[in-house]
C-alpha cells in the first residue's frame, strides 16, 4: 500500500541534542512538507520541498534543518538551537492534480524533552 | 495574507445530536481552494473535501455536508446524527490557486467529542 511513514513515532531528546525524524513516502510525489502542530495552535509549516534537492523555509524554520536528496525521503533535523521541541511533527505530501492542492499526512512524531 | 480562523476550539455533543463546526478565511486571492482534513486520535490527517473558489455549490457526503458562502467568506461543516467515531479535530485549510507556492494555510483546528 502506499503511503507516507514517519519513524519513530516517539522520540526523546535530551539538552543540547540534535535528533532528527523520519518521513518516507511512495506514493511518487514531489512535494514533501513539515508541520509542526502544538496543541491550540493548530498546524504550522517549518520547511517545505517542492523538488529533490530544493527546499524552503516555512513559518517556523528557526532550529530546523532538512534535506531532500531523494524523492521519497524528507527528513527534517532537530536542532540544540530549538529551544521548545516538545510537539507533535507530521509529514505530508502531495502531487499536482491530486486532486489539487490535497495533502497526504503521515502518521506523525511526538517529540518530548528530556 | 492568507488566514484562516476556526473559533470553536472544542464542541461536546451527544450522539445523534448534529454539529456545525465554523470556518472564516481571509484572502487576497480571487481564486483559491478550501479544505477540510480529520485528525482521529491515530494522528494522521485524512481529507475530507476540496472546495473551489468559484463553485459555491453546497456538498453533501453522507452524513457530511459544506456549506460555501463566498459572501461571507465562510466553509462551514456540517455532521448530521453525529456518531462516537466522528471524535476527532477538525482543520478548514485554504490554499492560493494560482501563484506562489501553494502552500496550505490551516486554522487552529477544532477538536469534537461525540459522547454516546
Same mark, same amino acid.
Given at each position: 500500500?502506499?503511503?507516507? +511513514?514517519?519513524?519513530?513515532?516517539?522520540?526523546?531528546r535530551?539538552?543540547?541534542?540534535?535528533?532528527?525524524?523520519?518521513?518516507?513516502q511512495?506514493?511518487?510525489?514531489?512535494?514533501?512538507?513539515?508541520?509542526?502542530?502544538?496543541?491550540?495552535?493548530?498546524?504550522?509549516?517549518i520547511?517545505?520541498s517542492?523538488?529533490?534537492?530544493?527546499?524552503?523555509?516555512?513559518?517556523i524554520a528557526?532550529?530546523?534543518?532538512?534535506s531532500r536528496?531523494?524523492?521519497?525521503?524528507f527528513p527534517? +533535523?532537530?536542532?540544540?538551537?530549538?529551544?521548545n521541541? +516538545?510537539?507533535?511533527?507530521?509529514?505530508?505530501?502531495?502531487r499536482p492534480?491530486?486532486?489539487?492542492?490535497?495533502l497526504?499526512?503521515?502518521s506523525? +512524531?511526538?517529540?518530548?524533552v528530556? | 495574507a492568507?488566514?484562516?480562523t476556526?473559533a470553536?476550539?472544542e464542541?461536546?455533543?451527544?450522539?445523534?445530536e448534529?454539529?456545525?463546526?465554523? @470556518?472564516?478565511y481571509?484572502?487576497?486571492?480571487?481564486?483559491?481552494y478550501?479544505?477540510?482534513?480529520?485528525?482521529?486520535?491515530s494522528?494522521?490527517?485524512?481529507?475530507?473535501?476540496r472546495?473551489?473558489s468559484?463553485?459555491?455549490?453546497?456538498?453533501?457526503s453522507?452524513?457530511?455536508?459544506?456549506?460555501f458562502?463566498?459572501?461571507?467568506?465562510?466553509f462551514?461543516?456540517t455532521?448530521?446524527?453525529?456518531?462516537?467515531?466522528?471524535?476527532?479535530?477538525?482543520? @478548514?485549510a485554504?490554499?492560493?490557486?494560482?501563484?506562489?507556492?501553494y502552500i496550505p494555510?490551516?486554522?487552529?483546528?477544532?477538536?469534537?467529542?461525540?459522547?454516546p
Amino acid at each position: 500500500d502506499g503511503g507516507i +511513514t514517519q519513524s519513530p513515532k516517539y522520540l526523546f531528546r535530551k539538552e543540547g541534542q540534535n535528533v532528527t525524524l523520519s518521513c518516507e513516502q511512495n506514493l511518487n510525489h514531489d512535494a514533501m512538507y513539515w508541520y509542526r502542530q502544538d496543541p491550540g495552535q493548530g498546524l504550522r509549516l517549518i520547511y517545505y520541498s517542492q523538488i529533490v534537492n530544493d527546499f524552503q523555509k516555512g513559518d517556523i524554520a528557526e532550529g530546523y534543518s532538512v534535506s531532500r536528496e531523494k524523492k521519497e525521503s524528507f527528513p527534517l +533535523t532537530v536542532t540544540s538551537a530549538q529551544k521548545n521541541p +516538545t510537539a507533535f511533527y507530521l509529514c505530508a505530501s502531495s502531487r499536482p492534480g491530486q486532486p489539487v492542492g490535497k495533502l497526504f499526512f503521515g502518521s506523525g +512524531t511526538q517529540l518530548s524533552v528530556l | 495574507a492568507q488566514k484562516v480562523t476556526q473559533a470553536q476550539t472544542e464542541i461536546s455533543v451527544v450522539e445523534k445530536e448534529d454539529v456545525t463546526l465554523d @470556518c472564516v478565511y481571509e484572502t487576497r486571492d480571487t481564486t483559491y481552494y478550501l479544505f477540510w482534513y480529520k485528525q482521529p486520535p491515530s494522528g494522521e490527517l485524512v481529507f475530507l473535501i476540496r472546495r473551489n473558489s468559484f463553485d459555491e455549490q453546497n456538498e453533501i457526503s453522507g452524513r457530511y455536508s459544506w456549506n460555501f458562502q463566498k459572501s461571507t467568506s465562510s466553509f462551514n461543516f456540517t455532521i448530521t446524527a453525529s456518531q462516537v467515531v466522528d471524535s476527532a479535530v477538525y482543520f @478548514c485549510a485554504l490554499r492560493p490557486a494560482s501563484g506562489g507556492s501553494y502552500i496550505p494555510t490551516f486554522g487552529r483546528g477544532t477538536s469534537l467529542i461525540v459522547h454516546p
